[in-house]
């Protein structure tokens, strides 16, 4: 409601500029727009809100979009930021934003000489090795992944996770309800 407030409170100053601008005086903008001079001046000064109706006049008589009137307002910031939370042996960090599914995280594994447990949850994965080593445990398989190796599975199947060293691996993760897979477009040729 305060940007409301700051934004209506702008209109004047902004029309009274963009009439001295034009070189136009209020009675030449009167006679133009029908609009009395004594109107544009308490529009002006701000002691009259302006209406929709006197927006789009003056608009259409200035030759600027509506927005340019009344000031656009400040797109939110679309940035996430990012906090790193601890998921057990993971780093987890989230990129995105809003509640629902499909969920997006940046994962962090460190190396570790554990023996795998597989689990298994509702849900499907799809993951990106982003550097070092990844191994992979889905059900009977076995596999190791570099940088750059992309994967997806429904997370019902048994898996486990970890580095297959030297160092570390990171991940991209997406994480999805039951049934729903990640679907890249391609450009066609």
């Not at 797109?75 to 939370?85: G, L, T, V």
Request: glycine fraction near 8%; charged fraction near 25%.
């Amino acid at each position: 409601m305060q940007d409301i407030e700051r934004r209506l409170a702008e209109v004047g100053p902004r029309l009274k500029q963009l009439r001295k601008e034009r070189g136009t005086t209020l009675s030449a903008l009167s006679e133009a727009t029908g609009i009395s001079a004594s109107t544009l001046s308490r529009l002006e000064s701000g002691s009259r809100k302006a209406t929709l109706e006197l927006l789009l006049t003056l608009s259409e008589a200035h030759q600027v979009p509506l927005d340019e009137l009344v000031g656009e307002p400040e797109p939110s910031d679309p940035r996430i930021r990012m906090k790193p939370q601890k998921f057990g042996r993971f780093t987890a960090w989230p990129l995105s934003a809003q509640p629902g599914q499909p969920q997006a995280f940046k994962l962090l594994i460190p190396v570790e000489d554990i023996e795998p447990v597989q689990r298994t949850h509702e849900g499907y994965e799809w993951m990106y090795v982003l550097s070092g080593r990844l191994r992979a445990v889905l059900g009977d398989r076995d596999f190791t992944m570099g940088p750059g190796e992309a994967a997806e599975f429904d997370t019902r199947v048994p898996h486990w996770f970890g580095s297959a060293g030297p160092g570390p691996v990171e991940l991209l993760v997406l994480f999805g309800k039951q049934g729903e897979r990640a679907h890249l477009r391609a450009k066609s040729k």
